[in-house]
């Protein structure tokens, strides 16, 4: 895959793989990103520190005392031609979504706007498997994507000064989930009870770069139960997803 070579300072190189999100260049990006990680941990690539993955592409950290910006692009340019073959490897996930009350606060403006019923909103989004294609915005915070043609809806005009916390939403081809509550302007179409970033876990943020995510719906009642089974740490994380083959 064709990329391109942006240099970030004297410490990191971003290799850029496009100018658009497509599932086929974050696979690439983030089979890249696994090899190197692992390479990096077995010690196979002396003075290279880390990799962050985004949408489009991957930066890489270095020690300049080390390598030379030529001497990280040589070492990183194998990796990029295997990108792929690890591609697949990825945690999928099952998450319930209350998509109705006040869990929903925008779900009736997005049936509006799309001039869809609620049921139809509700039954696109929970359809599809989505891919976590990067963190960023808040620590814990997965864009997953891409969303259903049918819901693709800008930002609100005005954005919300506090976003509840579990919040599920969708902006445009993407869809996430708030992790903690935050300003947002995405439009909020459910609620899940799932946590998404805890402090006190070795592993904070739940979801990482490459995981798969699906969503089911749950009633209030239901949503009320298993917020409780994860306060009494007796909820069990569901993996339901059927993975789809990229198109």
Request: glycine share 8%.
């Amino acid at each position: 895959m064709e990329y391109r070579v942006l240099i970030l300072g004297d410490r990191a190189i971003t290799f850029e793989f496009g100018a658009v999100i497509s599932k086929r260049i974050s696979h690439h990006v983030l089979g890249v990103h696994a090899q190197l990680k692992e390479s990096i941990a077995q010690g196979h690539v002396n003075g290279i520190i880390e990799s962050v993955p985004t949408f489009r592409s991957l930066t890489v950290h270095y020690n300049p005392l080390v390598l030379l910006p030529d001497e990280v692009e040589a070492l990183v340019a194998p990796y990029i031609k295997e990108g792929d073959a690890v591609s697949g490897l990825c945690t999928q996930w099952s998450f319930p979504v209350c998509y109705s009350g006040e869990f929903a606060p925008d779900i009736e403006d997005v049936a509006q706007r799309t001039g869809l019923s609620i049921e139809d909103v509700i039954k696109i989004h929970q359809t599809d498997v989505y891919d976590a294609f990067m963190l960023g915005f808040l620590p814990g915070f997965a864009f997953l994507g891409l969303v259903d043609e049918r819901l693709h809806l800008p930002r609100r005009a005005e954005p919300r000064t506090a976003v509840p916390r579990g919040s599920v939403a969708i902006a445009d081809q993407l869809t996430a989930i708030y992790p903690t509550v935050s300003p947002g302007g995405w439009n909020l179409i459910g609620t899940t009870p799932i946590e998404l970033f805890d402090i006190a876990q070795k592993d904070a943020a739940l979801l990482k770069a490459g995981d798969r995510v699906c969503f089911r719906a749950v009633s209030e009642s239901e949503y009320r139960k298993i917020q409780t089974a994860i306060a009494a740490g007796d909820y069990s994380y569901q993996n339901e997803c059927q993975v789809k083959e990229v198109a």
